[in-house]
Nanobody, 115 residues
Framework: QVQLVESGGGLVQAGGSLRLSCTVSGTIFSIYAMGWYRQAPGKLRELVAGITIGGSTNYADSVKGRFTISRDNAKNTVYLQMNSLKPEDTFVYYC?????????WGQGTQVTVSS
């Protein structure tokens, strides 16, 4: 069974930065495009950023220019560097495959941005 462990969230002031990490085990990480998602209580999960196996990236308009997704296949880890954070970036953040999830989700990591 695939396991995803997200970390790096926390409380930060507006304008600050955080770097999220997600380590994947139980599968061959390098063959999958990966994404970071975020979700507020009672709301649908939304895609924030994606990265292909070749390293091409795409971003939601709301985070473009502020967030950077990257991956390290040797460490089975995908990262999300978040700069210039805004209060509206306050969510629980998750990673998973792009387009089709692994069938399970991690616990996520809470990001709270204060104004």
């Amino acid at each position: 069974q695939v396991q995803l462990v997200e970390s790096g969230g926390g409380l930060v002031q507006a304008g600050g930065s955080l770097r999220l990490s997600c380590t994947v085990s139980g599968t061959i990480f390098s063959i999958y495009a990966m994404g970071w998602y975020r979700q507020a209580p009672g709301k649908l999960r939304e895609l924030v950023a994606g990265i292909t196996i070749g390293g091409s990236t795409n971003y939601a308009d709301s985070v473009k220019g502020r967030f950077t997704i990257s991956r390290d296949n040797a460490k089975n880890t995908v990262y999300l560097q978040m700069n210039s954070l805004k209060p509206e970036d306050t969510f629980v953040y998750y990673c998973n495959r792009l387009n089709r999830d692994f069938g399970s989700w991690g616990q996520g990591t809470q990001v709270t941005v204060s104004s």
